[in-house]
């Protein structure tokens, strides 16, 4: 795959099945991150774009990736902060009147809790990862739905820590595990209105979030090592998938979460 450039480079250059569909992207902090490869595949496909980016520190790195990728929309949002995450679906209102994709790339915790054993976080710490990894993609879903009057595709990122047990994921195992079934209930919930939702679950990536983990250096070879395919998967993999969830050829799949790890999971 990658002998004949990235996975993008493969598709033809008239695919323009996103043509006409607007997507909201959270999560982007840099060219490294998950939802910026999602990003460039939707927009590649043809999707319109809505970007945010964290704070004023972050706008910096994520503005000129915002410019390359033409998005007509460039707002804040902390899910962390009441209110942000409203005024983002409040200008998507005012200037689309409607969404077809949101995906959701956003995972916290307090350093100490996630590096730490589970059994020894702290309240506050499990509260605040809960809040920004999984309640707020909750909150994003209903914001979402009354601009989904004709359907659309909600995505969630996740990770193979939710399902077994990954040394060192510690604290984000349960909270993973919290976001990949508020998935389904979602789906189960929405599903009457065309709306389908999803949990995108890639391999190990070398990304700002991933670096937090401890010895995730080790994470990476390993994972390149026993993957079936032989080599990781980048953030455009994620993105050809989470586009596909998008799509008329997956419309009658929801509640499901796909795994986008070279066949890593599999492995014993």
Known sequence: MNDN??????????????????????GI??????????AKVFRRLGAELAVTYLNEKARSHVEPLAKELGAS??????????GELEAVFQRMQGEWGNLDIALHSIAFA???????????????????????????FIRMAR???????????LLAMSYHGANKVVPNYNLMGPVKAALESAVRYL???????????????????????????KDFDLLLAEASERAPIGELVDIEDVGLTAAYLATPY???L?????????GLSIMA
């Open 143 to 153: 914001l979402a739905e009354p601009l989904m009057g004709k359907g659309g595709t």
């Open 29 to 38: 902090a840099n060219e490294h991150s998950i939802a910026y490869g999602c």
């Open 254 to 262: 929801t509640g499901m979460t796909v795994y986008v790890d070279g």
């Open 110 to 136: 307090p350093k100490d809790d996630l590096q730490g054993r589970l059994v020894d976080s702290s309240a506050e710490g499990f509260k605040v990862a809960m809040d920004i990894s999984c309640h707020s």
């Open 187 to 213: 789906a189960y919930e929405l599903g009457g209105k065309h709306i389908t939702v999803h949990a995108v679950s890639p391999g190990p990536l070398k990304t700002r979030a991933a670096s937090g983990l």
């Open 5 to 26: 450039g990235g996975p993008t480079d493969l598709l033809p250059k008239e695919t323009k099945i996103l043509q006409g569909q607007r997507a909201l992207v959270l």
């Open 250 to 252: 997956a419309r009658r």
């Open 73 to 82: 929309i460039f707002a804040p949002c902390d899910v962390g902060q009441e």
